[in-house]
């Protein structure tokens, strides 16, 4: 599976965005979908996840209430709404692809990802 990660860019503390991933390959809506980020200088840390069907979806506490992961399996494309941004939500965003029906916050449990897109949020 291969994945295109698009939609970063600099926003105002306090604004949205909303982070595309296209998805290709073989049967790509059978995988879990997810989202982590990258700050400078940090680790790559879990931000969200949905599975094949839609539901469950799960998040990190630093984002619940804020960001929406989303998936439409007819477009094969992941969408991640980013609202209330703050500066510390300034990372390198990527997506990535599991088989199974599991999310995992440990990101080495998933094989498949995208390029990463920059979402600098400004104060």
């Known amino acids: 599976v291969q994945l295109q990660a698009s939609g970063g860019g600099l926003v105002q503390a306090g604004g949205s965005l909303r982070l595309s991933c296209a998805v290709s390959g073989r049967t790509p809506t059978t995988y879990v979908m997810g989202w982590f980020r990258q700050a400078p200088g940090k680790e790559r840390d879990y931000v969200g996840a949905?599975?094949?069907?839609?539901?469950?979806?799960d998040y990190a506490d630093s984002v619940k209430g804020r960001f929406t992961v989303s998936r439409d399996n007819a477009k094969n494309t992941v969408y991640l709404q980013m609202n209330s941004l703050q500066p510390e939500d300034t990372a390198i965003y990527y997506c990535a692809a599991r088989a199974g029906s599991y999310s995992f916050t440990q990101d080495y449990k998933w094989p498949h990802w995208g390029q990463g897109t920059l979402v600098t949020v400004s104060s």
């Open positions: 949905i599975s094949s069907g839609g539901e469950p979806r």
